[in-house]
């Protein structure tokens, strides 16, 4: 069974697309899943939308678990995982720029190799990126090529946020994990490669969102910094 965590923040527009292509996948390869909604308190509607998708996939299918307002990644996920009841679990953005499509993928690399953790790479194989500038390519290559050369970590796209783990494997990975926002995604694969769990690769298409605003600003960018080199001096 497969729980993949959705956490969301103004997504009123991409949540019922995400979900239909979410279900949609899933139910044609013969996965079991359940989808986890855990919503920050957005203003715009996007609980009212995630209610309406509860009533017309049922409540085994959709669970809506918010919070009173923005905590940050790393804890949306440890919030929904109390709820999870898959043995692997899913972690992705609900704003269209992860494809349903690559979960199969993930789950027969994971089967393959028997790996902790899938990650999406858009650094590797086939993967890429389609819809950004050539500023947003430049400070997105240029993180990874950095986290590349002061970390060592053994996996080709550090910085993003489509993957698969053994749902244990995450739990132990969160005790371990200090960061908040990007560099979350980060220090989970340097943790998890310190911790000796196995990761296997997928490349992926990652499509810039279609509905909303990016939330990758000047603050985003200045704390990635420093957490990287918060954990080049503590790994």
Not at 65 to 93: E, Q, S, W
Not at 120 to 141: A, C, Q
Not at 191 to 203: C, D, M, N, S
Request: charged share 25%; with cysteine; aromatic share 10%.
């Amino acid at each position: 069974r497969v729980s993949v965590l959705l956490p969301t923040y103004n997504e009123r527009d991409n949540l019922p697309l995400v979900v239909w292509l979410l279900a949609r996948t899933l139910t044609d390869s013969g996965i079991d899943f359940e989808i986890i909604i855990i919503d920050d308190g957005s203003p715009d509607g996007t609980q009212e939308v995630a209610r309406e998708l509860e009533k017309i996939y049922g409540s085994d299918k959709i669970l809506l678990r918010p919070r009173a307002k923005k905590l940050g990644l790393g804890t949306a996920y440890i919030h929904g995982m109390k709820y999870a009841t898959g043995n692997f679990i899913v972690i992705m953005d609900a704003d269209l720029s992860h494809h349903p499509k690559f979960i199969p993928e993930f789950i027969r690399k994971q089967k393959e190799g028997n790996f902790d953790i899938v990650s999406g790479t858009r650094y590797k194989g086939n993967g890429g990126v389609y819809g950004w500038d050539l500023k947003r390519k430049l400070i997105s290559r240029g993180a990874n090529f950095l986290t590349q050369v002061l970390l060592r970590p053994g996996a080709s796209d550090l910085t993003g946020s489509f993957r698969l783990y053994r749902k244990e494997v995450l739990q132990k990975l969160m005790e371990k994990c200090v960061s908040k926002g990007y560099v979350f995604q980060m220090e989970m694969i340097v943790r998890a490669r310190q911790l000796g769990f196995t990761i296997g690769e997928v490349p992926i298409s990652f499509v810039d969102r279609v509905y909303g605003e990016s939330k990758l600003g000047g603050n985003e960018i200045v704390s990635f910094l420093k957490g990287l080199l918060t954990l080049f001096a503590t790994t």
